[in-house]
């Protein structure tokens, strides 16, 4: 069984990069796709990024695309998430999470078995 510890986050202004990276342990990590969720003030948890086991198929939520980057070191066990020109609107608890692959990427929380505890990111204006 997976367990996931999310590192990276805290306060940026508008325009500001922020890295977070996600470690995973006590399993066999690219087994795993993996994903980035998030839950800002008052709105329901929503997907960000995914990343596929391979590393070869990426999917971004359109709110992000072109502002983020997501991808793996298979490696160090590690899913990062680079976010550049962050808005007021990207604030919000990022939430790491592993999912067993499907016959395609796993793009809803359903799918998505293993949780972080959560990192908050707080972007202002």
């Known amino acids: 069984q997976v367990q996931l510890v999310e590192f990276g986050g805290g306060l940026a202004q508008r325009g500001d990069s922020l890295r977070l990276s996600c470690e995973a342990s006590g399993g066999t990590f690219t087994a795993y796709d993996m994903g980035w969720f998030r839950q800002g003030p008052g709105k329901e948890r929503e997907m960000v990024a995914a990343i596929r086991f391979t590393g070869g198929t990426t999917y971004y939520a359109d709110s992000v695309k072109g502002r983020f980057t997501l991808s793996r070191d298979n490696a160090k066990n590690t899913v990062y998430l680079q976010m550049s020109s962050l808005k007021p609107e990207d604030t919000a608890v990022y939430y790491c999470?592993?999912?067993?692959?499907?016959?395609?990427?796993?793009?809803?929380?359903?799918?998505?078995?293993?949780w972080g505890q959560g990192t908050r990111v707080t972007v202002s204006s």
């Open positions: 999470a592993a999912a067993l692959p499907r016959l395609g990427l796993a793009l809803t929380a359903h799918y998505y078995g293993y």
